[in-house]
Nanobody, 115 residues
Framework: QVQLVESGGGLVQPGGSLRLSCVAS????????MGWYRQAPGKQRELVAA???????NVADSVKGRFTISRDNARNTVYLQMKSLKPEDTAVYYC?????????WGQGTQVTVSS
C-alpha cells in the first residue's frame, strides 16, 4: 500500500554530482522517517542518510560533507544531494520509509561513478 517512487540515478564521472528524489504518499511522508540506503554487488545494504518527520538528520561517515538529505513537505519528496562523487559511491540506492524493518522500499535507482 506504501508507494515510493525514486528518480535521479545515472552515470557520472568522479567529482560529479547527482540529486536523487523519492516521492512518497502524503500520510506516509508526514509520519515516517525517510532514508536513503545503498547496496553494491556482494556487499550488505547500508544506511546513507536519514531524516525524521521533524527534520532531524543522520548521515553516514563515509558520505559526510558530500551528501545532504532534505525533505520538501509541499511535494512529499525526500532528496539526496550527492556531490564530489567517488567510484566507491557506486551502488543501487534505495528509498525507505519508516526504517528497514517496516519493509517500505523504493525500487532502487542505480548510481554509477566511473571515468
Amino acid at each position: 500500500q506504501v508507494q515510493l517512487v525514486e528518480s535521479g540515478g545515472g552515470l557520472v564521472q568522479p567529482g560529479g554530482s547527482l540529486r536523487l528524489s523519492c516521492v512518497a504518499s502524503e500520510i506516509i511522508f508526514k509520519i515516517y522517517a525517510m532514508g536513503w540506503y545503498r547496496q553494491a554487488p556482494g556487499k550488505q545494504r547500508e544506511l546513507v542518510a536519514a531524516i525524521s518527520s521533524l527534520g532531524n538528520t543522520n548521515v553516514a561517515d563515509s558520505v559526510k560533507g558530500r551528501f545532504t538529505i532534505s525533505r520538501d513537505n509541499a511535494r512529499n519528496t525526500v532528496y539526496l544531494q550527492m556531490k564530489s562523487l567517488k567510484p566507491e559511491d557506486t551502488a543501487v540506492y534505495y528509498c525507505n520509509a519508516g526504517g528497514p524493518s517496516s519493509g517500505n522500499w523504493g525500487q532502487g535507482t542505480q548510481v554509477t561513478v566511473s571515468s
